[in-house]
């Protein structure tokens, strides 16, 4: 397990970087409702989302090391979409929403963006994110075109900006299995694109 933190900005650029200071570990163990607290402390102290994803990155790490539960819930992915969602934190009037996404081995998303920041920490299995920046003419105001790809192992984060475009593609023979968290989603900029027809919808 390789732990490398990695940031999509807008334009689809996938760089490493470095998160933020270490925890230092506490006594108790570190659980989701204490993660979810010092998150909201982050996020209501930071505005600017690059430093707020750099803070998250440890917060995140700390959660995984202290939480074995998150690596038995997942469930199989659904036969019929080839994934699976499960919602561990979605408070009504709250920008935060916490998944375990599952995908099963082969399957590719749409290519999408969030509309939100994004901490996507793989857990299990091997996922090839495709990134992709806007390429607008003319003609086709909504076109995109390819900005690069990164290959994701367990112990790696990726974290999104919200204007960030990818598409996700599970490898190997094993299903993958992501810790995911979102800022609040911008509904009206939240967009799967078709890059053959160069149109981009509302999901």
Known sequence: MTEQNWLVNDEGRCEAWAEGPALEDGTPPYRLYRFLTELEDLLIEVGDN???????????RKLLADSAWLQMMPGAPDPATGWEVSTLYDEPFFPLTVQLVVW???VKSSIHNHAAWGVVALLSGQEKNTF????????FPDKIQVAGEQVFDPGQILCLMPEAIHQVEALGDEPTVSFNVYGETDYDHRFEFDVDRHTAHIF
């Open 50 to 60: 690059r430093q707020r994803l750099r803070g998250i990155c440890p917060l995140v």
């Open 104 to 106: 099963a081995p082969g």
């Open 132 to 139: 992709w920046r806007r390429s607008p003419t003319a003609k």
